[in-house]
């Protein structure tokens, strides 16, 4: 059975700092693509970083840049999201994505999200 568990969400002043932890079981977390999305009330979900199978390779957003940092630890099948100058824009709830190929192609799997505000 694939899991994927978000935690670490919660209220946080502008300014402020969080770590967003997902913890995944039940598929084979080291061949996969690890991605975080936020989607925000009236908005469409978006893509904020992605990580390689092995972690050598991170992007991110525009829009966090510079803010947040993505990494993996394949031990423990883990995947965080380090979140520092905290926006008011930045609310919305998180999601942990894991993208592991296939023989022929691939398989998607989604958390079940951790909400982050920002709001003083």
């Known amino acids: 059975q694939v899991q994927l568990v978000e935690s670490g969400g919660g209220l946080v002043q502008p300014g402020g700092s969080l770590t967003l932890s997902c913890a995944a079981s039940?598929?084979?977390?080291?061949?996969?693509?690890m991605s975080w999305y936020r989607q925000a009330p009236g908005k469409e979900r978006e893509l904020v970083a992605t990580?390689?199978?092995?972690?050598?390779?991170?992007s991110y957003a525009d829009s966090v840049k510079g803010r947040f940092t993505i990494s993996r630890d394949n031990g423990k099948n883990t995947v965080a999201l380090q979140i520092n100058s905290l926006k008011p824009e930045d609310t919305a709830v998180y999601y942990c994505?894991?993208?592991?190929?296939?023989?022929?192609?691939?398989?998607?799997?989604w958390g079940q999200g951790t909400q982050v505000t920002v709001s003083s």
């Open positions: 039940g598929f084979t977390f080291s061949r996969s693509v």
């Open positions: 994505n894991a993208v592991q190929p296939t023989a022929w192609s691939s398989r998607a799997y």
């Open positions: 990580i390689t199978s092995a972690g050598a390779t991170t």
